[in-house]
């Protein structure tokens, strides 16, 4: 039977297409070697150590930097920005994490401890003998830089709390260049005003003060020249196709120097011959590469020869470690053979922010009960134990779980909202809700009395919200589809949509009015403790805080953040948390290992991680 | 008639009613004049390739869509403690990374596949066949204008559009069926407004025009009914096409948010787990996608050569 062509493009393009799934079936098959069962995979390839004067660093999944100034908003205000891009240029004032404890650490420091005096009002900094790269001397100045721009800007700076820093300094001095004085308005706790305040300083050199190209700011000495300098350095900040060759960023006091910076997240760092700390980079380069999912991430980090410090996806452990080990301790490594596993955990606590000032769901988010059903229909044992492989903690608290410490108080032990579909479902019908599972539930007794919906919440309103998440972690993906899953059995509607973590970042921050939109916002890592080291958040829950993406207020939390800030100890710090941890002004979700480091036999300096989230490959070599 | 055992058909599958038996001549053998369709059926039956496809097609339609009546799986509820199991008792594809029966998922996933793909076929047919009737039956400045904004549109590439469009609203299955007909019409459209130019100058639809008839009594009563053998043959491409397109979309994430899926959901879950081998969560849904894709091509296949008037036996 002969046969016509008269659809022959339509036929050969389709079969075109099914040839080529069938190709990248092949492909995908083809890599693996599965012989019915699950089992751990082995690396095969060369070493790594391609070359002994570079090394090359993953990036986390779809987690790019985008913002070099530490001067950053919250939307650029990201572990990626900081850790992976600032800090290896320009160093704070005062470093935190010391040979892998989460303690200041004096070496790395750009200046002695503070002495405080006058009751604890007088706070005296000595800058150490540090040089810019440009020659210039790390001087007071520097400081006072930072300090004018937080006091012009400081509504543009994510780690701002009102009230505190800069708010509480009633005068500042230098009286020489390298002595900086600053008088508080009130004797503070001397290790939250370290860790929590001094921490927020990144000294800034004098060629940054500049209004436009060549021109000259006064921002350094005078607070009222700032806008015009702030103005001028956003907009050179937000030019990522140059940051390589601005001289503004060529200036560093870090070890590090940029080579190359390419906007899709391929960087290349050189060593800053003049850095006066006291480890000098001996690796020639330093390279840090993107990639868009950490399967991606994977597939380079098992050729073996290309990645020298990357990370090993929970999902392609063949099975979990055991749940009685830490969340830093390595179980079992499939590439063994090429590198080491040296679990990277941040002192951090993980959460996803809900927008209290949403002109549409607002309200019915600043009911207790509301957030208490849906914080208990996050399963944070069953994540941890199957997408997570038993690496993470719970979060049930501000201050973390791990590692185990006198400030972790007994609430926070015993976790006041465990997972409970049942609990879930009976705060939602003693608050006047029709629980529809599998569906949606509605308002059916709207009003502000006992066992009604609450205020502004009408007759009919429903249970419906959009969640977006970061896309490209398997971990995360499969958490809130669990999420998904269990919210909809008590009749909560769980729109999920993925989104790479700068898109969810940028979209989940304070915001009022109409056009505050967004409803909740899962960037997939909460918070580390950075640069507010001790677990105050003051940055996170005190109303106004720049860093308060959900805009939740409470002022009974406000008081008791106050108290911690003001007195030491470990009782009024269980007080704010225990607070905190019943009241929940976000929804606490497992705290993941941030990292299952995975670091190439051979290279030194590399397993020991800072728990802050830092890197200092100026120490690693081979 | 000539000979009375053979239908009369013209090249473009016109067909004078049948006479009926009654007035044939008493003692001479009769033979039942054959509809269009009947001559289709015997040839498409002839094609072994073609019967394969349906064979195939059916039993996945059965599988997606009586399956779940016999084997229940709760595949809305999420089950962490069976993650990732292998096959074995209870689970003969073992389960996926968020403890759903993977066979059951199959179904399900199944299920929005062929849904879309069909539903997108048909709104895509309807819609181009209907564009590109008018298009060229009424030809000059109407027919410029709408083939230029077929071109237009075919100009931007679908993937991109698909993309596009899915970022904008929340994919559901009924989205997708929308999205994918919508985007799916442009070549139907230009294949139908072929066809029409040369019927517009035929003499039957000449005819209508002298008769007094209305344009759209000629598009719809002859333009349509003779493009329809084209429009059946690119309507089984278009099935295939758009269950392709929802597998690309469900393998790049912007798919059928869960707990529903669709096999290129599923594939692209299954190869997040490539280097455990977990190799249920992979072939499965490949495997059918493949399979039912090259099913409908070769019914597709079938259906052109029985439209296809010189190999009707007569």
New interface residues.
Partial sequence: MKKLRTHGGIRKKTFRIFGSIAVVLLALTGCSSGNGSPTATTASGNAPGKSADTATFADPPNTVPNWIWPFSPLANFSVSNSSDLQYLLFRPMYWFGNNGKAEVSDSLSLAAEPVYSNGGKTVTIKLKDYKWSDGTSLTAQNVMFWYNMLKAEKKNYAAYTPGQFPDNIVSVSTPDPKTVVFTTDKAYSQQWFLYNQLSTITPMPDAWDMTAAGTKGDCATNESGCAAVYAYLVAQSKDLPTYATNPLWQVVDGPWKLSKFNADGNITFVPNPTYSGPVKASLKQFIEVPFTTDDAEFQVLRGGNTIDVGYLPTQDLAAAKSATTGPAEAGPNPLSANYQLAPWFLYGVNYFPINFNNPTVGPIFKQLYFRQALQSVVDQPGVLSSAAKNYGVQTTGPVPLYPDSPLISQTEKNNPYPFSIAAAKKYLTDNGWTVNAGGTSVCAKPGTAAGDCGPGIAAGAKLDFNLQYASGQQTITTAMQSLKSNAAQVGITLNITPAPFNTVTGTAIPCSGKTCTWQMGNWGGGWVYAPDYYPTGEVLWETGAGSNSGSYTNPAIDKLIIDTTTQSGTAVMRAYEDALAKDLPVIWQPNYTYSLTEVANGLQGATVQNPYSAINPEEWHY | MSDPGRAQVDSLGEMPPPEPAAAAPTGLPVGQAKSMFQLGFEVFI??KLAIVGMVVLVLAVVFCFVGPLFYHTDQ???N??T??L?PGPGHPLGTD???YDQLGRLMVGGQASLTIGFAAAIIATIVGTVWGAIAGFFGGLVDAVMMRVVDAILSIPILFLLLFIVTIV?PSIPVMIFVLGLTAWL?PAR?VRGESLTLRVREYVQAVRVMGGSSWHSVLRHIMPNVIG?VI??AT?QV??AI?LI?YLGYL?LGI???ATDWGGMLSNG?????????WL??PP??L??VV??AV?LV??GL??SV?VR?QRR
């Avoid at chain 2, 190869?271 to 190799?279: H, Q």
């Fill in positions: 002839q094609n809305v509820t999420v962490l403690l993650t990732n292998p990374e968020t403890g929340r070549v294949l084209t043959v690119n491409f295939a096409d392709l597998a994430g948010s869960p707990p190869t997040a787990f490539i280097f455990t081998n977990y190799w992979i072939y490949g495997i996608i493949i894709v090259v091509n597709g296949d052109r050569d296809e190999l």
